[in-house]
């Protein structure tokens, strides 16, 4: 069975810029990772718990919750700057999006 995938206001407004080439990859992708959440590599130290699926020459970084079979996703960006970009959200957040 499939995983519902959530996706957090960061990531909607992140999506907006990218190319319509991106957008149809990461789409993919997520319905890659609803099928299987175990896809991509587990992140360490300040990301335990997080997984991060590679894409292009970008970053889908996600946590799946098996009891509930949702995937939370916390950021899609470019390899560069993603895990810099998803610390500065997770610092100035109001809130822990990924724990809803």
């Known amino acids: ?17 990218f190319s319509p080439e991106v957008k149809k990859a990461a789409k ?4 890659e990772i609803s099928q299987n959440p175990n ?3 587990e992140l360490q130290a300040d990301l335990k718990g997080f997984r991060s699926y590679r894409f292009m020459r970008y970053r889908i ?10 995937i939370t996703v916390l950021a899609i960006g470019h390899r560069r700057d993603i895990y810099e970009n998803l610390g500065n959200h997770l610092l ?9």
């Open 61 to 70: 970084i996600f946590k799946a919750d098996a009891k509930k079979k949702i």
């Open 39 to 41: 896809l991509g590599k």
């Open 28 to 31: 993919e992708a997520l319905s």
């Open 92 to 100: 100035t957040s109001p809130r822990d999006e990924s724990k809803s």
């Open 1 to 17: 069975m499939a995983y519902q995938v959530k996706i957090t206001s960061f990531v909607n407004n992140v999506g907006k810029t």
